[in-house]
């Protein structure tokens, strides 16, 4: 099956800092990638779609000038949390589709991103 | 904006009885996902539903979409301890963009 992943799994930073998200598709060229984000015993809310060559379209209530999201290649989506702070601390989900049928995603690992 | 509504949103089972979780969404769609979370880890895919009247199952669950009453619904039978987690369930609301009901916890217990 279609493999995603992420990197990091685990990421602490200072508040301030800008930390930077990848999520690839291993196994197969995704034209669209989301990016969502789960609080703690919430459910997974939509960010953005990230769209190979083009800016990303983002969410009602999601600042994209924080949470810049660049889609640089077919298999390649980073999400970079600028000027992190501890509200921003959550687990970052991508996701992608083959872009065949009935457009299954395939979800990443995560990113736990803790911000002191 | 679409809504989908899960129910319930906590579940403590009893080792060996039969459950139903449920997933309502407010507008028209013929696809339906169905997912479980561990704790700390992602989304693991459980069941895709395609069109009205689908049936899908493995193991002790089975899904189900009436796309008519706008309702899935998740059936665990025989349940056991293994099964805890949350379970998801997602509408595609256009090209792969989903919106996920708030989960439902199951603890199972002997």
């Known amino acids: 099956g279609a493999v995603v992943s992420q990197h990091p799994s685990r990421v602490i930073c200072k508040s301030g800092t800008s930390v930077k998200i990848e999520c690839r598709s291993l196994?197969?060229?995704?034209?669209?990638m989301f990016w969502y984000r789960q609080f703690p015993k919430q459910s997974l809310m939509l960010m953005a779609t990230?769209?190979?060559?083009?800016?990303?379209?983002?969410e009602q209530g999601v600042e994209k000038d924080k949470f810049l999201i660049n889609h640089a290649s077919l298999t390649l989506s980073t999400l970079t949390v600028t000027s992190a702070h501890p509200e921003d601390s959550s687990f970052y989900i991508c996701?992608?589709?083959?872009?065949?049928?009935?457009?299954?995603?395939?979800f990443g690992p995560g990113t736990r991103l803790t911000v002191l | 904006e679409l809504k989908v509504e899960q129910n319930p949103l906590f579940l403590s089972m009893q080792e060996g009885k039969n459950y139903t979780i449920y997933c309502n969404y407010s507008?028209?769609?013929?696809?339906l996902y169905w997912y479980r979370q561990d704790p700390g880890k992602s989304l693991e895919s459980l069941f895709v539903?395609?069109?009205?009247?689908a049936v899908k199952q493995e193991g002790r669950l089975m899904a189900s979409l009436d796309t008519k009453a706008r309702l899935s619904t998740l059936h665990i039978t025989a349940a056991v301890h293994d099964l805890s987690a949350t379970y998801f369930c997602?509408?595609?609301?256009?090209?792969?963009?989903?919106?996920f009901g708030a989960g439902t916890q199951v603890v199972v217990t002997p």
């Open positions: 507008t028209t769609s013929d696809r």
């Open positions: 539903l395609l069109s009205n009247g």
């Open positions: 990230s769209n190979e060559g083009s800016k990303a379209t983002y």
């Open positions: 996701s992608a589709g083959t872009g065949f049928s009935y457009n299954e995603q395939f």
């Open positions: 196994d197969f060229q995704a034209t669209t």
């Open positions: 997602a509408v595609d609301m256009s090209w792969g963009k989903f919106q």
